[in-house]
C-alpha cells in the first residue's frame, strides 16, 4: 500500500488542524493504520493508532484528549483531527500501515511497514 499525507500548514496556538492520508491499493481494510511525528533533533514518536475497523484507537499520553484518529474505509483514508494545538505539537507528521488481523493496535515504529511522506505541521504565533 502507498500513502499520501497532506494537511498540514501553519497554525497559532489552541487552533485546529485535520491531517489526511489516503492509501492507494487494494485492502485498505486489512491495514491498522498509525499517525507518528518527528520533532526537530529527535526521534520519531508514536501519536495514534487505530485497528483495521476503526473501532479501536490508542494514543500518545501528549496528544489524548486533543487528537482523534479516525478511518473511513470506503474512501481508503485515515485522519487525525488535531485541537488545542500546542508549540510543541509541532513537527513532521507521517502515516503508516500495517497489514494486522483485525483487533491489533500496533504503536511501536519497528511494527510498521509502509510509511508516508509526511507533512509538516508548525504551531506558531
Known amino acids: 500500500v502507498q500513502l499520501q499525507a497532506c494537511g498540514g500548514g501553519l497554525v497559532q496556538p489552541g487552533g485546529s488542524l485535520r491531517l489526511s492520508c489516503a492509501a492507494s491499493?487494494?485492502?485498505?481494510?486489512?491495514?491498522?493504520m498509525g499517525w507518528f511525528r518527528q520533532i526537530s533533533g529527535k526521534e520519531r514518536e508514536f501519536v495514534a493508532a487505530?485497528?483495521?475497523?476503526?473501532?479501536?484507537?490508542d494514543y500518545a499520553d501528549s496528544v489524548k484528549g486533543r487528537f482523534t484518529i479516525s478511518r473511513d474505509n470506503n474512501k481508503n483514508t485515515v485522519y487525525l483531527q488535531m485541537n488545542s494545538l500546542k508549540p510543541e505539537d509541532t513537527g513532521v507528521y507521517y502515516c503508516?500501515?500495517?497489514?494486522?488481523?483485525?483487533?491489533?493496535?500496533?504503536?511501536?515504529?519497528?511494527?510498521?511497514?509502509?510509511w508516508g511522506q509526511g507533512t509538516q505541521v508548525t504551531v506558531s504565533s
Open positions: 487505530t485497528n483495521r475497523g476503526g473501532n479501536f484507537a
Open positions: 491499493g487494494r485492502l485498505f481494510s486489512n491495514y491498522a
Open positions: 503508516a500501515a500495517k497489514r494486522a488481523i483485525y483487533s491489533h493496535l500496533p504503536i511501536r515504529f519497528e511494527d510498521y511497514d509502509n
